[in-house]
């Protein structure tokens, strides 16, 4: 991009890059210098990609958000305290320019890194011939161990925290205003906007993850590709298999009324939908109580969800879901999240 690319940048300087904690030298030079103040490093980065990841006509305040949200929920699965951030934009050229775009982007940017105490520390920008591509690098600070993907140990308790599958059944309303396929939903305005605020502004867990890393958690994941999907990596990193009750799975309230009537959609959309940012931790049994009460002291519903098994137990498959008590078919993965 020629000139328009450092008005741009001197927008996202003067609006975003503010001096944060620890900050050296934020943007403007060939890179940041960020003081970690011996702590640990952890470091995420997740890319966004115009009609993969968000439909063209989102609004830049609910991009922003989303683009800053997933990478500080995977921080969060870490137990990362959220510290800094690089932004890379891959911006198509645009009849109207970005002016009012970047604008509206940065609203919905600070919004959440305000919120968190997040700087944008750097990035790059660059024009594209291909689709809206942004992509984000956050960086957080730990100091103790990270929780991890492969340290869940049978015995231990599944828990989710907020509630699944409302991103997912959006999706679907969406598609289907599109003339898109999708799953016929029919809702109320109200509960429309419930499930469309879960899908656009998905909310990290930051506060939840560092309390359950301080707690003693080892194992946690966030919630990106679906419940099932996400456990499943969890349960091939540590080896284990799993029992999960569907009848136990948080739904919000809209969603419960709506797949009241519809055990296959209650099924679907929590389990397969993806889009959540929710966290799963396993914990064994003696850290329940300890967990309860750090989500309760964040007003964050918390749900005991199921139980890891050794892999040698019982049936060969690696979950086992049930319904009163009663064990019921795994749903089709749906959707073609990871087709390359
Ligand atoms: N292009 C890549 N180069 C290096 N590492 C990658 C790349 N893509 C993904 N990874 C790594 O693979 C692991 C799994 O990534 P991903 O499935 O995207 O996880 P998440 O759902 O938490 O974002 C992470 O450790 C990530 O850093
Ligand atoms: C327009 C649009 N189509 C489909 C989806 C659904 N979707 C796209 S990617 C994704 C999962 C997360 O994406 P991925 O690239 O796998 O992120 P990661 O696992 O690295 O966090 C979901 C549920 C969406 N959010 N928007
Ligand atoms: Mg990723």
């Not at 609203?107 to 011939?129: I, K, Y």
């Not at 930051?206 to 996400?230: I, Y």
């Not at 055990?263 to 396993?282: A, F, K, M, N, V």
Request: aromatic share 4%; charged share 20%; proline share 4%.
């Amino acid at each position: 991009m020629a000139g328009g690319e450092f008005a741009l940048i001197a927008q996202l300087r003067s609006r975003l890059g503010t001096a944060g904690k620890g900050v050296r030298l934020g943007i403007g030079d060939d890179a940041a210098w960020l003081d970690p103040a011996g702590r640990q490093l952890v470091a995420t980065m997740d890319t966004l990609v115009a009609g993969r990841h968000f439909f063209s006509d989102v609004r830049p305040y609910d991009l922003a958000w989303k683009a800053l949200a997933v990478n500080l929920s995977d921080l969060a699965a870490m137990g990362a305290e959220a510290r800094w951030c690089l932004l890379g934009l891959a911006l198509p050229s645009r009849a109207a320019g970005y002016g009012a775009w970047l604008e509206d982007f940065m609203g919905g940017w600070r919004a959440l890194a305000e919120r968190h105490d997040v700087t944008l520390a750097g990035g790059d920008t660059v024009a594209t011939d291909g689709p809206l591509t942004l992509s984000v690098t956050a960086l957080g600070l730990v100091d103790r161990s990270v929780m991890r993907r492969d340290a869940a140990r049978p015995g231990d308790r599944i828990w989710v925290t907020g509630s699944l599958g409302d991103a997912a059944a959006a999706l679907d309303l969406a598609l289907m205003e599109r003339g898109r396929e999708g799953h016929r939903v029919l809702c109320s305005a109200i509960q429309r906007e419930a499930l469309e605020a879960r899908r656009l502004r998905p909310t990290p867990r930051l506060e939840l993850g560092e309390a359950a890393a301080s707690c003693g958690v080892r194992c946690a994941l966030d919630c990106s590709d679906g419940f099932l999907a996400d456990l499943g990596h969890i349960l091939e990193a540590s080896g284990v298999r799993a029992h999960v009750a569907l009848d136990a799975l948080p739904l919000s309230p809209e969603l419960a009324d709506l797949a009241r009537t519809d055990s296959e959609r209650l099924r679907r959309w929590p389990l397969t939908g993806g889009d959540d940012y929710e966290l799963i931790l396993c914990a064994p049994p003696s850290l329940s109580a300890a967990l309860r009460q750090a989500a309760a002291a964040r007003g964050l519903r918390l749900t005991a969800v199921g139980r890891i098994l050794s892999a040698d137990s019982g049936s060969s498959a690696a979950v086992i879901l049930t319904w009163r008590d009663q064990v019921v078919p795994l749903p089709a993965v749906w959707g073609h999240v990871h087709a390359l």
